[in-house]
Nanobody, 129 residues
Framework: QVRVVQSGGGLVQAGGSLRLSCVAS????????IGWFRQAPGKEREGVAC????????YYGDSVKGRFTISRDNAKNMVYLQMDSLKPEDTAIYYC??????????????????????WGQGTQVTVSS
């Protein structure tokens, strides 16, 4: 499985913006999907966004549509999550994830992004009201 290391996050006021970054190991970065989940205290992990291997197919969770943007730079093995118009309910630990065993498409079942096989270390995002 791929190894992912993430950076970014922090504290921001409601309405502000933050950007998360994630770098993946390996030479076949454009062969597999990569994305972001988040987990708030007392809640289950929630799929936020995912990019297919080529970047041609994008998934967003309903709660972030129109506010978050995922992008990937396959030349640098990087994926980014630009988070705009942040709300207090976006406060969570955000995890970058990927999976080299499921093909190039984001693992979506119904309307939900299901879990990946590899995870970053997590980064705290706190949005104050």
């Amino acid at each position: 499985q791929v190894r992912v290391v993430q950076s970014g996050g922090g504290l921001v006021q409601a309405g502000g913006s933050l950007r998360l970054s994630c770098v993946a190991s390996g030479s076949t970065f454009d062969y597999y999907p990569i994305g972001w989940f988040r987990q708030a205290p007392g809640k289950e992990r929630e799929g936020v966004a995912c990019s297919s291997g080529s970047g041609g197919s994008i998934y967003y969770g309903d709660s972030v549509k129109g506010r978050f943007t995922i992008s990937r730079d396959n030349a640098k093995n990087m994926v980014y999550l630009q988070m705009d118009s942040l709300k207090p309910e976006d406060t969570a630990i955000y995890y970058c994830g990927s999976d080299t065993s499921i093909g190039p498409h984001c693992p979506v079942v119904g309307d939900l992004l299901v879990e990946f096989g590899s995870w970053g270390q997590g980064t705290q995002v706190t949005v104050s009201s």
